[in-house]
Structure formats: C-alpha cells, structure tokens
C-alpha cells in the first residue's frame, strides 16, 4: 500500500452553483468542414453517468457526465473553487427541492467541476442551486515519490486506486494507454484545473486506439505528457487522469481527461485494468436498466440515444413601445406578445383577438443565462413537448409543456389553468430539454428540428412509397413566406406565414389557423438555414398569431424538412400539437 500525509491536508468549505447547459451557437465547423449543432457541455446531464459509453450520443460533443458547477463571487473566488476541489469531495445540496441531498466530486472539465448525484437527486435539482464542497486534496503527496504531483484527487480515492511500488515506479491500473500523437487541447494550460483532450476528429484512430471502448469515468494515461505545474508535451512524462466529457469531431479536441497524476521522471508506470474507472473507488453503481429503444408508431428513431439537459428561463414580463404602424397605415396599440395569457391557449385561433398582433398563447419566458436570449440553452436545446416545472413561487412543482418559441418574445410553455392563477412574472420555468439531435431510422436525411421523441411519435406519420406520410391541416407556398426567411440557425427561431394580402388570407383560409397547427410549406427547406427549394418541404407548428405589419403573420417552428421525394402530405383537420399532447380532447369528427 502507499502511504501518503493525508493527515496534514486542509479541509476546507468550498461553494458553487449549478451552471446552465451550454450549447455552441451558431453551428460548429466539423474537422472535415461539415455544420453540426453541438450540445452536451453543462449543466444537469440527466443520462451521461459514470459507467456509460462515451460514444454515441446523437449531436454531442465534448458532453460533460453529472451535473456541472461553478463557483461563485468573483473571479478569483471561482478560480479558487476550481483549484481547489477534487474528485471524492463530498458535495451537499444547500437550497431548492433537493436540499440536504448529497453528491460526490467525479471531475473537472473547463470553468466546471463536475459532480454525481442519483437519479432521483437529479429530478430535484434546478440551474442555480447552490452547493456546499469539503474540499480536501490540495498538497496531497505519496511518500517517497516526491517527483510524482498529485492532483485534484481526494486521499481517500487514492488510496483505493490500488496503485502498487513496483521496481521503484507507482504502478498505476488504467483502462488504456493513450500515445502522444493522439493527445490534443489542453497543452499550456494550468494543471490545477481543467483537461486534457484525446483528439476523435480523425475517425481511423478512434478503431486503432479503441477509442470506442472508453466510458465516462474511465482511468487512461497520457504518453509523454506532463501536468506537473503547467500543461505540456514532455517525452519520458506521464499524465493519469480520468474520463471526464465525451468525444468531439472538432480539430483538436475529444474525450476529455481530468489530470490526477503526474510526472516527467519515468516515476509511472501502468498495468491494464478495464475495471479501472473512477466509479469503481466512488462506489457509483452501473446502470441496472437499459433505455426502452423501441418507438411505439410506425417510424423508429435514435430517441436512446438523445442527451436530456435542463434549461431554465423566467417568465417574461410584456412591453410597449405606443402606437405602432400596420401595413396600411393605421396606427395601432398592440397587445398579446409575453407574460401570462390567461386567454388564449394552444388550439385557440390565431386571428380575431382585439388588438392582438403577433399573440402568444399561455406562458411566455425567457433565458437568463446569455446576454441575448436568443443565445441561451433554452432557446436552442427546449423541444416542443419537452416537460416543463415551475421551481420557484405560489406554482411551485406544477407541471406543463414546452410548446415552441417565438423569437420575437422568445419560449412558449402551457401550463393548466389553475397554475396560470398561481404564476407571477419572473417565476423559474425548468425544462426537460430532449430532441436535439432527433433521427428517424431510414430517414436521417429528414430533418427534425425543435421536436421531443414523444411528440414526433404521436404526430401520426406513416409511411407510403418510401415517403414519409405526415398529416398537416394545410399546404401553403412558399413565397408568402416572410419575417425569418434566410436565418442561418433553424434552433431558435420562427419564420412567419404574411397575412396583410387579404386576398391571399381569403384564397388560403389563414383566418382557419390555430395556434399550434402543423403545416406545410412548399418549396422550402429548412435544414440549416430556411429558404426556397423547388419540390422540397418543410413542415411547421404555428406558434403565434396573425400581424397587421408587413411581412409578418402567423410564426411557424419547422419541425420536418427534407429534398424532393421524402415527405408527402394527408389533409387532417385535427393535426394540432394541442391534441398530440393531450392538451386538448381531440374532436371525434
């Protein structure tokens, strides 16, 4: 056994908060010059846990295992909180629903310190939370190896790393060795904090590494780097660390690895152990159940394979800006965008509201985590369908549904009726964020965008021919298309149908729409940007309502979109996600 001099170490309290998911926004460049929406960093992972598979995960990229955390105060005070936690800590939940539940430290990655609570810990927790740490680790040595640097690992979980002296060297137990020539990012950067990359972006090393077999968790070393007191390349060094964040296909980056151990003396040496991961010394169970994977429709999906994340917003307070100008002239007071609309709900029309223009049905709310809502993770990462929690105020634990977003007063939940008594502005809305990333089995090509697994299961697509048959309650074309057209980011945005050509609305029957209506637009497809397309099509959820200014009209969120020759359309005057969801009773007739 090695004997260290735990019994010198500080333990000291440490505090942090838990962070929001970070999606990339817009789309990343891939190493080989393809668009990707990349998801997974922060906030609370509910299915990457210790044990799982790094590989794997529909749109992920360097996904983060656990539930991130930062720390709080100044810049200095959260420098220190990365500093100096490590993994074993013991973490306790200090406010919100899971308060007094407790957690353990399994990593960092980046501004992050990653931690592991159980599953029904995860189900209470909310962005924002506060955490208390013993923090315990920093100055840790191993007796008589003084040129080997510990780092970030509580003594505890060192000495049940079962490392043993052999031949005058630590003989460390890891998963797999990692050569010098597949190491990437992290070279320069402070050994205190953050990881190492293990680049993926080039696909034949991820077979002759075997790189496909690492979980999160997962104990490897690093060939010929050190993180002693820097980060860098050192032939003769070793850096041990553990599996922290799954692969990438950006140059220069992959599977992140949390630094324990170090050295540039040939102090380390290894023996292959697959039982070697971080889970095993935290005593973190295995997953004892699987992920049904079967669809219950006709179509089959990816759907086991979505990363699920929590978003967060506020509900969102309405404005004014006085008298606007319609399309004719008329000047006009407009009401109907953000707040709580305690009168008109998903399946109610979207046209005839006094004053109304652009009206939002129920509950209107807002990303707090960016500058610009637009750029939060609810606004790219929320599906429609996606659960949704009230986890502060009167409606405290009440539950609804993400039902779209409208970009010009950002994200739409439905809540029952008796919650809307109970909300006030500024209340928190948690999401359940599941979608990203959405595949149908045979029909990759298929765009699905903004659409929980559930929701896209019940929308009641068959297949005809090869084609996916999807109902719609209309067609129109694509050139009344207006306000959206040309955004080159799909996730958090609407584009609108124009209705200030009476004689369009009249030769169409717009007036017929209702908020929350699926639609088709011809000629247009929307994959990552939206715009015309002879013979494609895009189909859309109505999301908000009718405008009086040019170029506006009822907003849409694209759903489906495909080329020429995959989707097909049925007329279903009933084909509302209100009904999808069970919102609404669906008429029989």
Same mark, same amino acid.
């Given at each position: 056994?090695?004997?260290?001099?735990?019994?010198?170490?500080?333990?000291?309290?440490?505090?942090?908060?838990?962070?929001?998911?970070?999606?990339?926004?817009?789309?990343?460049?891939?190493?080989?010059?393809?668009?990707?929406?990349?998801?997974?960093?922060?906030?609370?992972?509910?299915?990457?846990?210790?044990?799982?598979?790094?590989?794997?995960?529909?749109?992920?990229?360097?996904?983060?295992?656990?539930?991130?955390?930062?720390?709080?105060?100044?810049?200095?005070?959260?420098?220190?909180?990365?500093?100096?936690?490590?993994?074993?800590?013991?973490?306790?939940?200090?406010?919100?629903?899971?308060?007094?539940?407790?957690?353990?430290?399994?990593?960092?990655?980046?501004?992050?310190?990653?931690?592991?609570?159980?599953?029904?810990?995860?189900?209470?927790?909310?962005?924002?939370?506060?955490?208390?740490?013993?923090?315990?680790?920093?100055?840790?040595?191993?007796?008589?190896?003084?040129?080997?640097?510990?780092?970030?690992?509580?003594?505890?979980?060192?000495?049940?790393?079962?490392?043993?002296?052999?031949?005058?060297?630590?003989?460390?137990?890891?998963?797999?060795?990692?050569?010098?020539?597949?190491?990437?990012?992290?070279?320069?950067?402070?050994?205190?904090?953050?990881?190492?990359?293990?680049?993926?972006?080039?696909?034949?090393?991820?077979?002759?590494?075997?790189?496909?077999?690492?979980?999160?968790?997962?104990?490897?070393?690093?060939?010929?780097?050190?993180?002693?007191?820097?980060?860098?390349?050192?032939?003769?060094? @070793?850096?041990? #660390? !553990? +599996?922290?964040?799954?692969? &990438?296909?950006?140059?220069?980056?992959?599977?992140?690895?949390? /630094?324990? *151990?170090?050295?540039?003396?040939?102090?380390?040496?290894?023996?292959?152990?697959?039982?070697?991961?971080?889970?095993?010394?935290?005593?973190?169970?295995?997953?004892?159940?699987?992920?049904?994977?079967?669809?219950?429709?006709?179509?089959?999906?990816?759907?086991?394979?979505?990363?699920?994340? @929590?978003?967060? #917003? !506020? +509900?969102?307070?309405?404005? &004014?800006?006085?008298?606007?100008?319609?399309?004719?002239?008329? /000047?006009? *007071?407009?009401?109907?965008?953000?707040?709580?609309?305690?009168?008109?709900?998903?399946?109610?029309?979207?046209?005839?509201?006094?004053?109304?223009?652009?009206?939002?049905?129920?509950?209107?709310?807002?990303?707090?985590?960016?500058?610009?809502?637009?750029?939060?993770?609810?606004?790219?990462? @929320?599906?429609? #369908?996606?659960?949704?929690?009230?986890? &502060?105020?009167?409606?405290?634990?009440?539950?609804?549904?993400?039902?779209?977003?409208?970009?010009?007063?950002?994200?739409?939940?439905?809540?029952?009726?008796?919650?809307?008594?109970?909300?006030?502005?500024?209340?928190?809305?948690?999401?359940?964020?599941?979608?990203?990333?959405?595949?149908?089995?045979?029909?990759?090509?298929?765009?699905?965008?903004?659409?929980?697994?559930?929701?896209?299961?019940?929308?009641?697509?068959?297949?005809?021919?090869?084609?996916?048959?999807?109902?719609?309650?209309?067609?129109?074309?694509?050139?009344?298309?207006?306000?959206?057209?040309?955004?080159?980011?799909?996730?958090?945005?609407?584009?609108?149908?124009?209705?200030?050509?009476?004689?369009?609305?009249?030769?169409?029957?717009?007036?017929?729409?209702?908020?929350?209506?699926?639609?088709?637009?011809?000629?247009?497809?929307?994959?990552?940007?939206?715009?015309?397309?002879?013979?494609?099509?895009?189909?859309?959820?109505?999301?908000?309502?009718?405008?009086?200014?040019?170029?506006?009209?009822?907003?849409?969120?694209?759903?489906?979109?495909?080329?020429?020759?995959?989707?097909?359309?049925?007329?279903?005057?009933?084909?509302?996600?209100?009904?999808?969801?069970?919102?609404?009773?669906?008429?029989?007739?």
């Amino acid at each position: 056994m090695i004997r260290t001099n735990k019994e010198k170490l500080l333990t000291l309290a440490a505090q942090g908060t838990i962070s929001p998911a970070q999606p990339l926004r817009p789309y990343a460049t891939t190493w080989d010059g393809k668009p990707k929406m990349v998801i997974g960093t922060g906030g609370i992972n509910y299915n990457l846990r210790i044990w799982d598979k790094v590989f794997g995960w529909a749109s992920g990229d360097r996904a983060t295992v656990g539930v991130s955390t930062e720390g709080v105060g100044e810049a200095n005070f959260k420098q220190g909180y990365l500093n100096n936690l490590s993994i074993g800590n013991e973490v306790r939940v200090l406010t919100g629903e899971a308060k007094g539940d407790k957690g353990v430290v399994i990593g960092k990655f980046g501004q992050y310190i990653q931690i592991h609570f159980e599953d029904d810990t995860l189900l209470k927790l909310s962005i924002g939370d506060s955490i208390h740490v013993n923090a315990k680790g920093v100055g840790l040595n191993i007796e008589g190896y003084d040129k080997v640097v510990v780092h970030s690992l509580a003594p505890e979980v060192l000495e049940k790393m079962d490392i043993r002296e052999v031949d005058g060297k630590l003989e460390v137990p890891v998963v797999k060795v990692i050569p010098e020539e597949i190491v990437g990012q992290g070279s320069g950067g402070s050994s205190l904090s953050g990881n190492w990359h293990i680049q993926t972006c080039y696909p034949p090393d991820i077979r002759e590494y075997g790189l496909d077999e690492l979980r999160f968790g997962d104990i490897v070393l690093l060939e010929n780097f050190q993180t002693d007191y820097g980060k860098g390349y050192y032939r003769g060094g @070793a850096t041990v #660390g !553990v +599996v922290c964040c799954g692969p &990438s296909d950006i140059s220069g980056y992959g599977i992140g690895v949390t /630094p324990v *151990l170090s050295t540039r003396f040939g102090m380390i040496s290894t023996r292959i152990d697959r039982e070697a991961n971080i889970g095993k010394y935290l005593d973190i169970k295995k997953k004892t159940s699987e992920i049904q994977t079967n669809s219950t429709g006709v179509i089959k999906t990816n759907k086991d394979k979505l990363i699920t994340t @929590a978003v967060q #917003g !506020v +509900v969102q307070p309405f404005s &004014s800006r006085g008298y606007s100008t319609t399309y004719d002239g008329k /000047p006009r *007071l407009t009401v109907g965008m953000a707040s709580i609309n305690y009168t008109v709900s998903l399946g109610d029309s979207t046209y005839g509201w006094a004053n109304a223009d652009h009206v939002e049905p129920d509950v209107t709310i807002q990303g707090r985590d960016k500058p610009v809502p637009s750029d939060c993770a609810l606004a790219i990462l @929320a599906c429609i #369908g996606n659960e949704a929690k009230v986890v &502060s105020g009167d409606a405290k634990g009440d539950k609804g549904y993400f039902i779209g977003r409208h970009a010009g007063s950002d994200d739409l939940v439905w809540f029952p009726k008796e919650t809307l008594q109970k909300l006030t502005i500024n209340d928190k809305i948690q999401i359940m964020a599941r979608g990203v990333g959405l595949k149908i089995d045979g029909y990759e090509d298929v765009r699905v965008n903004k659409l929980s697994p559930e929701l896209l299961e019940n929308l009641g697509i068959t297949i005809d021919d090869g084609q996916l048959v999807v109902p719609v309650v209309m067609e129109v074309p694509g050139h009344i298309m207006g306000s959206g057209i040309g955004g080159s980011f799909i996730e958090p945005g609407d584009y609108d149908i124009q209705t200030t050509c009476q004689e369009v609305v009249d030769e169409f029957n717009l007036t017929s729409l209702k908020l929350g209506d699926i639609v088709a637009i011809k000629d247009h497809y929307d994959f990552w940007g939206r715009g015309r397309y002879k013979g494609a099509i895009t189909i859309g959820t109505v999301i908000h309502g009718f405008s009086g200014s040019a170029g506006h009209g009822p907003g849409v969120d694209p759903i489906l979109s495909a080329l020429p020759g995959k989707i097909k359309t049925k007329i279903d005057p009933h084909a509302n996600t209100a009904y999808y969801l069970g919102i609404r009773e669906k008429p029989i007739n």
